[in-house]
């Protein structure tokens, strides 16, 4: 739209507005105009309002603050164990089929049967173990310690059991894994509305029970005995994506979830004796912490052991990523490799000495292909193996092969002496400057290798006296000194250290006899003197240390100090450096071409850029503090990950690494555990840290769990979990009062904490625990957790103490002083409660002063006031109460059954005896009978009431001789009076029996009323209970058809 | 004071708890105190049984005691002769405890285990130990002030405090100190690689019941022989009179160097009767620049306390570099593998001596490493 010309603006060319308008322009062009907006209106820029601005400044650094988490050390292993994932739930809710569904769903395969862990290989880098837990609260206890995921069951159909909760409450008290349910069985709801709502309470009661958000699966139909493809698809990405928390008390222990079991005892005396202790070694992935090969180990269920070996096998299942051979995501057929020992399933199984090759459970056209092509995956590890061991192929189910020629011992003996060449030549490499040395280094190298090898000690005995003779010959001048060199260096110069420090046949090697013979006789003393006579007067000896001092030279380095430091922390790099120094150096004399000219200026560009990086972090950056917190875990961690890498002794330094298949021996275990070995049990390795194989008492702060039905009696014996152990033990349990006092209790209170004081193994505070009542898997309805608790302290002593009252009669009194007995039976007694504070129940207090010598165990008091002979005094005192020394562990894998009883509580023997509680007479509470007190009058002698005045004379009347007249007189009435008072009387008797007549009626109905009532509701009620039989046998679950 | 025995009873323990075996005295100090921190009990058999003084002196008796009293649950067993001891440790509970030391060592013996144990115990340390102070054998507790402490401020004890309230010579004793410390949680690993340069020496020359005129003749005379090597070197004169001075004469002398990585090395010396000052200084300046001369980051007297640490942090990587090792520390680093089970990385650095710059003693050191065993402290309480 146009606009109109003639409607458009005309500006003024005259007038008011025209001349305000000049009058502006010429102002503004003499005055000039700042033109920083800031210092013109300085203002607008300032705080407006002081308070708030610091109020936000502070939110917003609080907001940055608390993003912030003290970091840590990061341990995860390079090459992680697989991902334990346990399938928990009650009997008959499909554990087994989705145990079966997800092998078959990664490995194509089929698993007849579910028995003990199952590994599969589920990506490029994962894998998982799968392990099927049992419905005993033991082996829940087990599960929940090691597994990583919980795939919690719950039939649909029926709800949530007992179990599950119990589960959720265990797996909380030991670190809380990740958990995901899985609904089944929802095919036999209803669809529509019903099945909705049975879908959304379940949930949200789940989430209640996890967390908001909790992920549950619905596993709809099944067919041909397996769940649906669709729904172990997406549960198998759920689990392929899932993150794990890291645990402090898995972080912190090692341990291993055994895979596989063998009986390594020697035949000759399991003939001689079946029921020897065994050796027996235990198989799995090292998972947690590092596993050394000295430690004691906790046999979940067993008890407590030492390792005799560890020894590390060929990873059986191992993930392919490493290989690189196919750059696809998905696995390939070959790749997708199953392992379960105990179960059957897997193809070859490599043990120390020998391997297996299992031919069951294969389709047979397959059989030769995939025997091959794992043979050829596995070349490299077998050319090592063919070594040492023969291989012979057994058909059928497992053959061992044995191989006594090669011990275990001669076996490391041989990586170790490749070692020593090695560092042979590079000693001939480095040093050449004195051949004299070089000699020396040799003979010394000889020696050593005679050492270990064991042979006969005349050689070794001969070469030192060698070496004395030469060495008498050169350093003839300034003796002692040289000596002390020598030794020193001799020290330094020991690449044969660490045999020398650990090794045990040190004091064959002639040529550390001055050493070991020192060593042999250490002096407590932490000083060390290095020689006596010392040459510091010498002007040369001076110069060699000139350079300690910062009044020294340099060097050409700017720190020589930090280079050194350098090259230790990270050889590999400080060697690529150096490497690419020496090549830059020549190419810098020749020429330069501009591409490299041009890289070496990119790289002066990024070194200028960190520095301006660390210059900035440094300065601008508010969180320099945590930064630096950072830094300084991030570089151990890099420290911890990359210091041991290259080391041929490395588990020498470092134990197992979690992430490595092992065989643990042990060596003397109850034949039991062999004998009835049941891989449906979950076996657990748990490494034992330091003290903590130590008894002692342990401090906790306990509460009973809300949904156990009844409170714990004090010293009444639980089972507890804590750490890997599950042990019975009788917890004392008390409260602190305001003064720090541990006052017992006779039984926990009912909603509330307490403290209980047990003896048991120790286990670091701040661990969590649960307790049940026993370990016997009886068919209880009632829920199985007793208590939760966490670890406060431990002590060999813990003071727990009851309220004490002694009481006593006085037998004379004084004025303030009584003398007192009964309370005491000896001069001795009394004397230990000298200054004690007393009391009469009236409550005059007192002190115990000194023991009277009269009636033993009398002693003085005095009050501040009078008593009286017929007080009661009492002494209130407190009594440490002693706790019970008693634990049992819990042997449950050692039973036939897998059920342990310990010991019973009284309430259980007196139950099981038909006995009732004992009653004591005198804790009876009886009515008291007081008698009234009986005073006697009061007597005023007659010669006094003479002299007493009016007003205070007894005035007590005589009892009276005669009659008064109102007593005395008879009252006559008139005839119609009389009458009156006939009629009167008979009117009321007559009315008095119709009304009980009446009643009796009226009674006798009611009663014939009532009966009839009764009648009819009996036989309602028994309707009823007809009714509701009906109900429960049709609808509840038959466990016991169940678990069959 | 051979007729004293401590007889106490001995409960049956559990199997699964082993017996740990020694022979001879001379690891005495550290297996009780591997014992106490580990948890494991030991034996220590045929302790001195071919010499005349039979078994256990009276100072191993009194730090028997001692340790009786720092801790709850300890049973000691010897058998009459005193050859046999059977130790299983308790709980290390510290707290205020006054321990009159035998006259026979001095209190360096003493404290130097107590500064192994401070940082592991329940309650805070507040021990008060009267006795000698300066005497031969062991650090005195000058060094133990200016250098144990310093390294265990490094190490993460940062209150750990040495007050000397009395001094005292051998052999009438007399002195008193007062050592506090509070407890760790957890130990921090440590990185200790450089030694840097030494940027000044300090020192401390005492005499009690002598004449004053004694300390000068000693710094005097040391100071000539290090301000050769660097002009910032100080020696502190501490002459005690009176009820301060302890019981006997005597004088001391203690130098120590700070470089610019805060590495102390020290060394210590105590008169005898027949010493002359200067020789004192002479003995003591030589034996400090021996000790410079070994090099290495940790001073040789202080290397079991600096390996203890490495060898208790959580499971974190820790290296120290080192000169030659004591016998007392290649015991140590063997009764570290059977208490804890670690085995440390030892590896040889070499240097070119010949180059300037270079110029650092003996030319090599030693790097240990070692991978920490998860050590916590379980006596601290949770609340």
């Not at chain 1, 198998?236 to 090692?254: C, D, E, G, N, Q």
């Not at chain 1, 020290?491 to 045990?504: D, T």
């Not at chain 1, 009643?999 to 009620?1021: C, F, P, S, V």
């Not at chain 2, 209150?159 to 309230?165: D, F, G, H, K, V």
Request: with cysteine; proline share 4%.
């Amino acid at each position: 739209m146009d606009i109109d010309p003639q409607r458009s603006h005309k500006k003024r060319k005259a007038g008011a507005k025209f001349n305000k308008k000049k009058r502006r322009k010429l102002d503004e062009e003499e005055t000039p105009v700042d033109t920083d907006a800031k210092k013109r209106n300085p203002k607008a820029f300032s705080f407006q309002a002081v308070n708030k601005t610091a109020r936000i400044v502070h939110r917003a650094l609080d907001k940055q603050t608390k993003k912030h988490h003290v970091p840590e050390v990061d341990r995860t292993p390079v090459e992680p164990p697989p991902t334990l994932v346990a399938v928990v739930g009650p009997p008959k809710c499909g554990k087994t089929t989705l145990i079966r569904s997800l092998v078959k769903h990664y490995t194509k395969q089929n698993v007849n049967q579910v028995k003990g862990p199952l590994t599969v290989v589920t990506g490029k880098n994962r894998r998982c173990t799968f392990f099927e837990c049992p419905n005993d609260i033991s082996s829940m206890i087990d599960v929940a310690k090691v597994a990583d995921l919980v795939l919690l069951m719950v039939d649909a159909n029926f709800g949530f059991e007992m179990e599950i909760f119990e589960f959720l409450n265990i797996a909380q008290a030991h670190g809380l894994p990740r958990i995901m349910g899985v609904l089944t069985h929802l095919d036999m709801l209803k669809v529509g509305k019903a099945m909705n709502r049975t879908k959304r309470t379940l949930k949200h009661r789940f989430w209640t029970e996890v967390h908001n958000g909790a992920k549950l699966f619905y596993l709809s139909s099944m067919s041909f005995d397996l769940y649906n493809k669709r729904d172990i698809l997406n549960l198998a990405r759920f689990i392929s994506v899932m993150k794990f928390k890291v645990l402090t008390w898995r972080a912190t222990h090692p341990y291993v979830v055994v895979d596989r079991v063998e009986d390594l005892t020697d035949p000759e005396l399991l003939d001689k004796n079946k029921k020897c202790d065994r050796t027996v070694g235990l198989y799995g992935w090292v998972r947690g912490a590092n596993l050394k090969s000295d430690t004691s180990v906790h046999v979940c269920g067993v008890g407590d052991h030492v390792i005799s070996d560890v020894s590390l096998l060929t990873d059986p299942c191992p993930p392919p990523g490493k290989e690189k051979s196919s750059r696809r995501r998905t696995l390939n057929e070959k790749e997708r490799l199953l392992y379960g020992p105990m179960a059957g399933v897997g193809g070859l199984i490599y043990d120390k000495d020998a391997i297996y090759i299992q031919t069951t459970d294969r389709q047979k056209k397959n059989e030769g292909d995939d025997l091959i092509s794992e043979l050829a995956q596995q070349t490299e590890t077998l050319d090592e193996k063919l070594g040492t061991t023969e291989i012979s192929i057994f058909s059928g189910s497992t053959g061992r092969i044995k191989n006594d020629d090669f011990s275990d011992g001669e076996r490391r003996k041989m990586i170790f002496d490749n070692e020593d060449e090695e560092e042979g030549d590079e000693d001939d490499d480095s040093g050449e400057d004195n051949d004299e040395e070089d000699l020396e280094d040799e003979m010394n190298d000889e020696e050593y290798d005679g050492s270990d090898v064991d042979q006969s000690g005349e050689d070794e005995e001969e070469e030192p006296d060698d070496d004395m003779v030469v060495g008498a010959a050169r350093w003839k001048k300034n003796i002692a000194n040289k000596a002390k060199e020598s030794f020193i260096q001799r020290q330094l110069n020991a690449k044969n250290l660490h045999s020398i420090i650990y090794g045990e046949e040190t004091d064959s090697s002639g040529q550390f006899t001055g050493l070991v013979a020192e060593t042999r006789t250490t002096v407590d003393c932490t000083r060390h003197v290095w020689a006596g006579e010392s040459g510091w007067e010498d002007p040369g000896r001076r110069d060699s240390i000139r350079d300690c001092f910062v009044t020294g030279e340099w060097g050409g380095d700017e720190d020589e100090g930090f280079g050194e430091f350098e090259d230790l922390e990270a050889e590999s790099e400080d060697g690529e450096e150096n490497d690419d120094v020496e090549e830059e150096t020549p190419q810098t004399t020749e020429e330069t071409t501009p591409e490299e000219e041009k890289s070496k200026y990119e790289k002066k560009k990024e070194k200028l850029k960190k520095l301006f990086d660390t210059d900035y972090d440094e300065n601008g950056d508010e969180s320099k503090y945590f930064a630096d917190l950072q830094e300084e875990v991030d570089s151990q961690t890099r420290t911890n990950k990359e210091f041991f890498a290259d080391e041929a002794h490395r588990e020498r330094y470092e134990g197992y690494r979690a992430g490595q298949y092992v065989r643990v021996t042990i060596a003397d275990m109850p034949c039991e555990l062999i004998e009835t070995f049941d891989p449906h049990y979950p076996l657990v390795v748990g490494g034992v840290a330091n003290l903590e194989h130590q008894m002692g008492l342990l401090q906790t702060r306990t509460k009973r769990h809300r949904w156990y039905p009844k409170i714990l009696k004090n010293q009444d014996p639980i089972v507890v979990s804590l750490g890997w152990r599950r042990f019975q033990t009788r917890p004392v349990y008390s409260i602190q009062d305001h003064n720090m006092r541990q006052r017992m209790l006779k039984y926990t209170p009912e909603h509330m904490h307490c403290h209980a004081t047990f003896y048991g193994p120790l286990a670091p505070p701040n661990t969590t625990f649960i307790a049940t009542q026993g370990a016997t898997d009886k068919k209880t309805s009632s829920f199985r957790i007793v208590a939760t608790g966490v670890v406060l302290g431990l002590d060999k002593t813990i003071d727990v103490v009851k309220k004490l009252k002694l009481t006593g009669t006085p037998y004379k009194i004084f004025k303030n002083t009584a003398f007192l007995k009964g309370m005491f039976s000896s001069i001795l007694e009394v004397s230990k409660f000298e200054g004690a504070m007393i009391k009469t129940v009236s409550g005059i207090r007192g002190q115990v002063k000194r023991a009277l010598s009269a009636p033993p165990g009398a002693f003085r008091a005095s009050f501040e006031d009078k008593i009286q002979i017929s007080d009661i005094v009492f002494l209130r005192c407190w009594v440490s109460v002693d706790i019970p020394k008693f634990y049992t562990p819990v042997i449950n894998l050692l039973t036939v059954d897998k059920t342990w009883s310990g010991m019973r509580t009284v309430a259980e023997l007196r139950r099981e005896r038909g006995e009732t509680i004992p009653v004591k007479q005198d804790s009876l509470y009886k009515e008291i009978e007081r008698q009234q007190k009986v005073f006697k009058p009061l007597v005023v002698s007659k010669s006094l009431q003479k002299n007493l005045p009016f007003k205070t004379k007894p005035k007590v009347e005589n009892k009276r001789k005669k009659q008064l007249y109102v007593t005395k007189r008879a009252v006559v009435s008139e005839p119609g009076e009389r009458r009156l008072t006939t009629l009167m009387q008979q009117l009321l008797t007559a009315q008095k029996e119709s009304d009980k007549k009446k009643m009796e009626k009226k009674n006798k109905e009611k009663e014939k009323y009532l009966a009839e009532q009764a009648k009819i509701t009996a036989k309602r009620g028994e309707k009823a209970k007809e009714r509701r039989k009906i109900f429960y046998q049709k609808n509840a679950k038959n466990d016991q058809a169940g678990e069959d | 004071m051979k007729g004293f025995f401590i007889y106490l009873h001995m409960l049956s323990f559990q199997g699964m708890t082993k017996y740990l075996k020694f022979k001879g005295d001379g690891e005495f100090r550290q297996i009780l105190i591997l014992s106490l921190l580990s948890g494991k009990p030991v034996v220590i058999e045929e302790i001195r049984h071919l010499e005349d003084e039979l078994g256990l002196t009276e100072h191993e008796v009194s730090l028997l005691k001692l340790i009786d009293e720092l801790t709850n649950g300890t049973k000691t067993k010897l058998n009459e002769t005193g050859t046999r001891l059977v130790f299983s440790p308790g709980f290390i509970i510290g707290g205020e405890v006054t321990h009159d030391c035998s006259l026979a060592v001095p209190l360096g013996y003493y404290l130097e285990v107590l500064v192994c144990l401070a940082a592991f115990s329940k309650k805070k340390f507040n021990i008060t130990l009267r006795g000698v102070t300066h005497g031969q054998g062991h650090p005195n507790v000058d060094t133990l002030k200016h250098v144990t402490l310093s390294y265990c401020k490094r190490l993460g004890l940062h209150s750990a405090e040495l007050t000397i309230n009395k001094r005292g010579y051998a052999p009438g004793g007399g002195g008193e100190v007062l050592f506090s410390c509070n407890t760790l949680k957890v130990v921090k690993p440590i990185k200790w690689l450089d030694s840097g340069k030494i940027k000044r020496i300090r020192g401390v020359a005492s005499c009690s019941r002598m004449s004053p005129a004694t300390n000068p003749r000693v710094i005097d005379k040391a100071r000539g022989v290090l301000n050769d090597f660097i002009p910032d070197v100080y020696i502190y004169n501490e002459h005690l009179k009176g009820a301060q001075s302890g019981n006997s004469p005597g004088n001391s002398l203690t130098l120590y160097t700070e470089s610019t990585t805060d590495v102390t090395i020290c060394c210590d010396n105590t008169a005898t009767s027949q010493t002359l000052p200067e020789d004192l200084a002479l003995t003591t300046t030589h034996q400090l620049l021996d000790a410079v001369h070994a090099g290495g980051c940790v001073d040789s007297s202080h290397q079991y306390l600096v390996l203890l640490y490495m060898a208790l942090t959580q499971h974190n990587v820790s290296s120290v570099r080192l000169g030659p090792l004591t016998p007392f520390t290649i015991a140590f680093l063997r009764n570290l593998k059977l208490f804890f089970g670690i085995v440390f990385k030892i590896k040889v650095d070499k240097i070119d001596v010949e180059e300037p710059g270079n110029r650092k003693g003996l030319g090599s050191t030693l790097v240990l490493s070692c991978l920490g065993v998860g050590f916590e402290n379980m006596n601290r309480s949770m609340t």
